[in-house]
């Protein structure tokens, strides 16, 4: 009678064990979960982290009133853009000035740019170069040249770093829309957050506004 009650105490003790076991176990991986999925989503904060949109934004553009299809102008086609979007996010603005003029007339201007492009050349920018540190986001705007950014453009990227940044491309042009713009900028700013840019016809930019708050509206600003 003894041996049954000692081996039924034993029994007893033993699934007591087991379940205050399990309920350990239960515990343990309950805290261990709730850790990786914190840690989870505090990865996917920090993946989808971007440069602020509501900082100071700066403009930068390159234009022409002369040398242009249809110029002389009052004020050059991209110029009338880039106003359009500093009326909009009041930014500052920076204009690409060359330090060997281009030409007055189209054909010369147009001859120049593709022999530029051709030589991979990099034109000299005759006005000092932006400090773009304070800066969260930077626009980038030209006529398109024989498909892409003139190369005094690629001057200005070569030589400023705005990686890290919002950067946001637009174009004008004679229906070539953006061009190779867009992944001119993403591939020279890896780092950066490149927004989906514009291109507006040059001859419809004095009539382009609603169409430019319209995109901005879009992009967030």
Do not use: C
Request: net charge positive; no cysteine; hydrophobic share 35%.
């Amino acid at each position: 009678m003894r041996k049954r009650i000692v081996v039924f105490v034993i029994a007893i003790v033993a699934v007591v064990a087991v379940l205050v076991g399990y309920n350990v176990f239960q515990r343990t991986q309950s805290k261990d979960s709730a850790r990786i999925s914190q840690v989870s989503r505090t990865n996917q904060g920090k993946s989808k982290q971007r440069p602020k949109k509501n900082g100071k934004v700066l403009i930068v553009y390159f234009s022409r009133k002369k040398g242009v299809s249809d110029g002389p102008l009052k004020i050059g086609h991209t110029k009338v853009v880039a106003d359009f979007i500093q009326q909009r996010t009041g930014a500052d603005e920076y204009e690409i000035k060359a330090a060997n003029p281009y030409p007055k007339s189209f054909k010369a201007t147009a001859d120049r740019a593709q022999q530029e492009q051709t030589d991979d050349a990099r034109p000299k920018i005759k006005n000092k170069l932006p400090n773009v540190k304070k800066y969260d986001t930077v626009f980038l705007g030209a006529p398109v040249w024989w498909s892409e950014y003139p190369m005094i453009v690629r001057t200005f990227m070569d030589a400023v770093d705005i990686n890290g940044k919002n950067v946001v491309p637009f174009t004008t042009h004679k229906g070539s829309g953006m061009g190779s713009a867009q992944n001119q900028v993403e591939k020279q700013y890896p780092d950066a957050n490149v927004l989906e840019g514009i291109g507006i016809e040059g001859e419809q930019a004095e009539n382009s506004q609603k169409e430019v708050d319209q995109w901005l509206s879009k992009i967030g600003y």
